[in-house]
């Protein structure tokens, strides 16, 4: 999971959501959806099920290290 923070920024940034409202969506504060994208936090399994479903994505390509978005 290397790559989940690049992966997480990209994907909020081509659905148009701010930190703040990416958190608000999934139910964390700005500071924890930063702390994601830097690489200084890991989700949990029931918030990669929330992102997976907000950006209509497979979980498994938000964990694995291979950088191909959608």
Known sequence: MKRFGEKLRMLRK???LS???LGQEIGVSQV???KLELGQKTP???ML???SELFDVLADMLIK???ELP
């Open 49 to 51: 099920l929330k992102l």
């Open 65 to 67: 290290d291979y950088l």
């Open 19 to 21: 930190q703040s409202a």
């Open 44 to 46: 949990n399994v029931a």
């Open 14 to 16: 081509k659905h148009g």
């Open 32 to 34: 924890h959806v930063a």
